[in-house]
């Protein structure tokens, strides 16, 4: 039986509930947006086009990979790229990201959460996947 501490249930926490914003981020700019509005959008920061695209899977399948556990350290380092680049973004508009447009405080912020998840790991209740653990070893 496994034992799990405090910070193991801090980090199952953090986990889940990023991988769920990061799910429903994407999903946003699918259903909401749309991906030609999102596109669109991209192209009008002077961004390709591509980012878009990169960005709404990372969110849609980095935020699947959070909530069930899996890769965790490796997953939020690959996200904190993309929470840079929503920071750079939002830069322009102020700090709080109620102002217009959305300020830069929140994705900021959601990279901080994502480096401390690459610190802390999975915690409880990850998908332990063996062959994928050995492959990335402690970025599993």
């Known amino acids: ?34 991906i030609p509005g999102t596109v669109g ?40 790229p993309i929470l840079l680049g929503a920071t750079w973004a939002h830069w322009g508009n102020g700090w709080s990201f109620s102002a217009q447009g959305g300020g830069w405080e929140f994705p900021l912020f959601w990279a901080v959460v994502q480096s401390t998840l690459v610190l802390l790991g999975s915690g409880a209740y990850a998908l332990r996947l063996p062959v994928l653990n050995k492959a990335l070893g402690q970025f599993a």
Do not use: N, W
């Not at 496994?2 to 801090?10: E, G, I, L």
């Not at 889940?16 to 749309?34: I, N, P, R, Y």
């Not at 980012?51 to 069930?68: P, S, W």
């Open 1 to 34: 039986m496994t034992t799990h501490t405090p910070s193991d249930y801090a980090a199952l926490a953090l986990r889940v509930s990023s991988g769920a914003l990061f799910l429903a981020h994407g999903l946003m700019k699918v259903q909401v947006f749309t």
């Open 41 to 80: 959008y991209f192209e009008s920061l002077g961004l390709p086009g591509i980012l878009a695209y990169l960005t709404i899977f990372a969110e849609i399948a980095g935020g699947v990979a959070l909530i069930a556990g899996v890769a965790t350290r490796l997953v939020s380092l690959a996200l904190v």
